[in-house]
Each structure stands twice: as C-alpha cells, then as structure tokens.
T-cell receptor, first 114, second 117 residues
Framework: AQSVTQLGSHVSVSEGALVLLRCNYS??????LFWYVQYPNQGLQLLLK????ATLVKGINGFEAEFKKSETSFHLTKPSAHMSDAAEYFCAVSRMDSNYQLIWGAGTKLIIKP | GAVVSQHPSWVICKSGTSVKIECRSL??????MFWYRQFPKQSLMLMAT?????????EQGVEKDKFLINHASLTLSTLTVTSAHPEDSSFYIC?????????????FGQGTRLTVV
C-alpha cells in the first residue's frame, strides 16, 4: 500500500531564503508523485509532478523537486522565497488501483517572514 | 490546463435544509470525479468517487444518504448535503482527471465553503 509523509506541519523561512518542504513516500511499485499548492479558501493547484522521466522536476513559480528512490523522497525546493509563496503545500502519490486516486500527505503550511 | 469549475464558492444554510454543490469540467470530459472534504488546517479527506452513469463509491464512514452524489453527464457531478447540520460545515472540493491514468494530475475546483447555522 502506498502512503505519503510530510515532515513538518509548519515551515517558516525568511523572504529570500531557501524553501525546503519534505515529502517521503512508501510504495511497492514505481510511484507517480505530485506537489500541489493551496491558497486560503481555494482549491488545489498543481506545482509539479514526477512520472518516471527526469528525476529533477521543475514546476511553476520557481519550484522544483527531486525524486530520490534510495531515500524514497520527493522534497520540494525553491531557491528564494517570496511573500506570495505563503500557502499550504501537499504532496501526493497515485494509488495504483481504484481509479488511481491520489493519496495525500497531511500538508505543510509555509510561512514567509519579511 | 484543464479547468474544473465548482459552484457555489460559499454557502450559508439553515440547519435541516439541503445544499447542492456543482462540479463541472469545462474543457474536458471526466468519467470520474472525486469529492473531498477538508477540515481546518487538515489535509483532504476523500469522501467519494463519482462515476458517470453509475452509483458513486463512498469511502468508509461517509454516509451515502447524507451526501448524495450524482454524475449525470461527463462534465457534471453534484454533491447534495441533505438535512445539513452544523457539523457538516466544512470546505468541500471536487477534482477530476483528463485521463484515468496514474501519471495524470488531478484538476481541482475552487472549493465550496459550507456553513450551516
């Protein structure tokens, strides 16, 4: 069975600093992994996805994530945080059955300090 | 990218009344749509999978008679919260995929904030 763990319910960084949001997965088959962002009172927007091509995936808004099979990780990074990056971030993995629905991490709230 | 439109974005209703939430895929056909509930500061909780032309598949613990799902066409799924009570107040979100493949992303509606008073 697949699962997703996001380390840290809250991450606080200063504006201009590196952003690192952690995601570890558990899967017995090659996973398909996703990062989504949610702004207050809105739906979710895809940031990037890993689908077994390049291990370093570039997404929107300057975010990228690296798939590391040996560490079963898919951490999200951004070199320089902007105030507009303050939001909730969710990591997800596709189930390999049942309509391939997504299994969600608990989410990490990113706080940007001026 | 594909667009999923959810309506209304917020609704306030009296306890005991019913509320219908619509989810439309605007530029693609979705044989399957997903309905989620999100409590404050928590992740998404899958409520049910809506299948076009057939009955929805509900997750364990979700009351079928309480949360009625209809997926009458390839572009529209509705969630009706029947006899709503204050504990049903929550943020409800729908999503759909263009193709039912594990490597395709889900597109989300804007969400509906339901407040039952």
């Amino acid at each position: 069975a697949q699962s997703v763990t996001q380390l840290g319910s809250h991450v606080s960084v200063s504006e201009g600093a590196l952003v690192l949001l952690r995601c570890n997965y558990s899967s017995s088959v090659p996973p398909y992994l996703f990062w989504y962002v949610q702004y207050p009172n809105q739906g979710l927007q895809l940031l990037l996805k890993y689908t077994s091509a390049a291990t370093l995936v570039k997404g929107i808004n300057g975010f990228e994530a690296e798939f590391k099979k040996s560490e079963t990780s898919f951490h999200l990074t951004k070199p320089s945080a902007h105030m507009s990056d303050a939001a909730e971030y969710f990591c997800a993995v596709s189930r390999m059955d049942s309509n391939y629905q997504l299994i969600w991490g608990a989410g990490t709230k990113l706080i940007i300090k001026p | 990218g594909a667009v999923v439109s959810q309506h209304p974005s917020w609704v306030i209703c009296k306890s005991g009344t019913s509320v219908k939430i619509e989810c439309r895929s605007l530029d693609f056909q979705a044989t399957t749509m997903f309905w989620y509930r999100q409590f404050p500061k928590q992740s998404l909780m899958l409520m049910a999978t809506s299948n076009e032309g057939s009955k929805a598949t509900y997750e364990q613990g979700v009351e079928k008679d309480k949360f009625l799902i209809n997926h009458a066409s390839l572009t529209l799924s509705t969630l009706t919260v029947t006899s709503a009570h204050p504990e049903d107040s929550s943020f409800y979100i729908c999503s759909a995929r263009i193709r039912e493949l594990p490597n395709t992303e889900a597109f989300f509606g804007q969400g509906t904030r339901l407040t039952v008073v």
